[in-house]
Nanobody
Framework: QVQLVESGGGLVQTGGSLRLSCAAS????????AAWFRQAPGKEREFVAA???????DYDFSVRGRFTISRDNAKSTVWLQMNNLKPEDTAEYYC?????????????????????WGQGTQVTVSS
């Protein structure tokens, strides 16, 4: 069984930065694609960023240029560096793992493609 534990959320002012971490256990992390999603109150869960087995990166247009996803297979950890935060970034952030990506460079925007999820970490950006 895979466990994902997120950390790093909090309260920050507009323009500030946060770095989210997601530590994985129970699976060969290097064989997985990883992603971050977020869900604001009253809204559907939405894709934020993903990183493939080959370290190909993919971002939603709303965070491109502000957020950076990265991974360290030796530490089984994926990070989301969030800069220039805006109030509309306020949400619960979830990391997710796809343990059977179809190709070495595959990522997906679809939550259904991911097999395991963390418990979430709250990010609140004040105006």
């Amino acid at each position: 069984q895979v466990q994902l534990v997120e950390s790093g959320g909090g309260l920050v002012q507009t323009g500030g930065s946060l770095r989210l971490s997601c530590a994985a256990s129970g699976r060969t992390f290097s064989n997985c694609a990883a992603a971050w999603f977020r869900q604001a109150p009253g809204k559907e869960r939405e894709f934020v960023a993903a990183i493939s087995r080959s370290d190909s990166l993919d971002y939603d247009f709303s965070v491109r240029g502000r957020f950076t996803i990265s991974r360290d297979n030796a530490k089984s950890t994926v990070w989301l560096q969030m800069n220039n935060l805006k109030p509309e970034d306020t949400a619960e952030y979830y990391c997710a793992l796809d343990v059977t990506p179809p190709t070495y460079w595959s990522t997906s925007h679809y939550a259904d493609e991911y097999d395991y999820w963390g418990q979430g970490t709250q990010v609140t950006v004040s105006s």
